[in-house]
């Protein structure tokens, strides 16, 4: 059993304030013996992050104490020759175990970062893959992490507030494809609209059917998964795929 938890943040004067009061949450879901945290995309005072050792100190502490998995979201990062968007993973060691690339900046952003080009698998309390944002869109990218081993995804997101049906609706698709749990953490203030949600699966005669659990006016959400039950769904699922022209 995987206990998966979801912070939805809020508007901060600065980084330092923000992380001061995130902090609070994280140790709240912490003492409810929560293996593994997602949080949106973006949604400090200041985006561009170039050391996540010293700007998630405090996280990185509090994963080592209750022995979690925290994605802090998703921000900007210059390497020695571009920009990217990047979801750091600190692991329950208290350390950073890697970084996820963003496959698909989004509109503007295409201006100024590089994509990545890999899916990468994180395993700590279960196998896991990171879905930044607008790469939700694209359904080659949740069926390629399924594909390599992930038993759930997670998802930082920025989602503006007339964005909110569209992205329910990929989130859900893409959990009913590949027969496989999603959380997705969005940021809430006057232009970003929230309703961070954790989708389920269950079957009822032969039909898979999403149970959508969503924040709404609290910041955090917790919900406990048997991964082990999907797997035969999702082996099906594949199976059944065929290829064609």
């Not at 050391?51 to 104490?65: G, M």
């Not at 590949?178 to 940021?187: G, K, L």
């Not at 059917?209 to 035969?232: A, C, M």
């Amino acid at each position: 059993m995987v206990k998966a938890g979801i912070i939805q943040t809020q508007t901060y004067r600065s980084n330092k304030e923000g992380i001061r009061k995130v902090s609070k949450l994280l140790d709240t879901l912490g003492k409810r013996k929560t293996d593994i945290v997602v949080l949106p995309e973006q949604w400090l005072h200041i985006n561009e992050i170039n050391d996540f050792d010293s700007e998630f100190l405090d996280f990185k502490e509090i994963a080592k104490k209750y022995h979690m998995t925290i994605i802090p979201g998703a921000f900007y990062q210059r390497t020695k020759k571009d920009l990217v968007i990047c979801s750091p993973v600190i692991g329950p060691n208290g350390k950073i175990i890697g970084k996820q690339e963003k496959i698909h900046p989004f509109d503007y952003e295409k201006k100024s970062i590089r994509h990545g080009t890999e899916a990468k698998i994180f395993n700590t309390c279960c196998k896991f893959g990171i879905i930044i944002c607008y790469d939700m869109v694209f359904p080659k990218v949740s069926e390629v992490f399924t594909k390599k081993g992930a038993q759930i995804l997670l998802s930082p997101s920025r989602i503006v507030r007339r964005g909110i049906n569209p992205w329910t609706t990929y989130v859900q698709a893409r959990s009913l494809e590949n027969r496989i749990p999603i959380i997705a953490a969005n940021v809430k203030n006057r232009k970003y609209g929230g309703q961070s949600m954790i989708i389920d699966l269950f079957e009822n005669n032969k039909v898979m059917l999403p149970k959508i659990s969503k924040i709404k006016n609290k910041s955090i959400l917790t919900k406990n998964f048997n991964l082990s039950k999907y797997e035969k769904n999702r082996k099906i699922r594949y199976l059944d795929s065929r290829k064609f022209q």
